[in-house]
């Protein structure tokens, strides 16, 4: 019997703090009006002093099982998305574990930054239709301030902090006409582009974690033309055209490319789910944080297909199909 898995909750996390473009602003030649014209940004999250990236994840894990109604020792696998682990090793994925109660199956970090949701959903997904597991946790999880340069205004107010969370459990399709569930995914990278987006320094080079790096004209051009090309490719593989599409859920980096993207579906802008102006680009965690708030508030709906799509460092860029 063919399985597939399935989202059964959600949860996310931001930390208190809240840094406004008027506060960046004060500290490096910028302003609110430069910021959000260019971004579609006003403010964004900045975790507290000493709050790891497995803190925030383990929020949004925690609210996601609670939405799930499971309990963390039910899950047989656990992924999370992080370009800001809390350490080199171990992963962060075992704290987490560890903190939730989690004694069995197992736990890992995947690194594909912004793209990295896309990336660990696309694992869990193989390994619940597989039958290697039967209950996961997908976190993407980022504490991006710890690694800006906040000298750099052409980097430092992009950026925020936060996590969010899926459960997955595997299901029988049971010859449904529309099932449930993560329909198809797709995983893309081009390493020739390392030095549009990196960060400087590493343990088998400076021992040294250095500074977030960005050629944001070359990012940019690049992002249209790859997330579009992974949408295409989330279409095509199940026979859908763009007007079948009920809800964008994009990576939040800038709102010219979000609102492109929609463009480009034919989708009306309250079909494309936006928080990039409270969040910032928040990387990894930006996609399942988005997906928190639009299934809380009820605008994502049972049967509904949601498009999930995203690009960064690597470059890395992917999407991902989901009937809710």
């Known amino acids: 019997m063919l399985k597939r898995a399935q989202i059964v909750g959600c949860g996310g996390y931001l930390p208190e703090r809240v840094v406004t473009n008027e506060e960046l602003a004060r500290k490096v030649d910028t302003s609110d009006a430069w910021i959000h014209q260019r971004t579609g940004i006003r403010e964004r999250r900045i975790a507290a002093p000493g709050e790891r990236t497995s803190d925030l994840g383990l929020n949004a894990a925690e609210r996601a099982l609670q939405r799930a109604g499971m309990r963390a020792d039910e899950v047989d696998l656990l992924v999370v998305a992080t370009a800001t682990p809390d350490e080199t090793f171990p992963a962060t994925a075992t704290r987490i574990q560890a903190e939730l109660g989690m004694t069995r199956g197992a736990a890992f970090d995947v690194q594909a930054v912004c793209t990295g949701f896309v990336y660990a959903l696309a694992i869990a997904d193989n390994f619940l239709r597989l039958g290697q597991a039967q209950t996961a946790l997908v976190i993407g999880a980022e504490t991006f301030s710890r690694i800006l340069d906040w000298n750099d205004r052409s980097t430092c107010v992009l950026f925020g902090d936060g996590a969010g969370a899926v459960a997955l459990k595997a299901a ?75 809800w964008l859920v994009p990576h939040q980096a800038n709102s010219r490319i979000i609102e492109a993207t929609g463009k480009r579906l034919n989708l009306p802008p309250d079909r494309v789910v936006q928080t990039v102006d409270r969040h910032a680009n928040t990387s990894a965690a930006s996609i399942p944080l988005a997906l928190y708030e639009a299934s809380e508030d009820g605008r994502i709906q049972l049967g509904d297909l949601v498009l999930l799509e995203g690009m960064g460092g690597g470059f890395t860029w992917g999407s991902a199909l989901v009937r809710w």
Do not use: K
């Not at 529309?178 to 582009?193: E, F, M, N, Q």
């Not at 320094?201 to 090309?229: D, N």
């Open 172 to 246: 029988e399709m049971n010859g449904e006409a529309a099932p449930r569930g993560v329909l198809s995914t797709h995983l893309y990278s081009d390493g020739r582009h390392h030095d549009a987006l990196y960060v400087d320094g590493g343990p088998s080079s400076t021992q040294t974690t250095g500074h977030l790096r960005m050629e944001g004209r070359e990012v940019f051009r690049h992002a249209v033309v790859r997330m579009s090309e992974a949408i295409d490719a989330a279409l095509e593989a199940n026979r859908l055209t763009p007007g079948d599409i009920d």
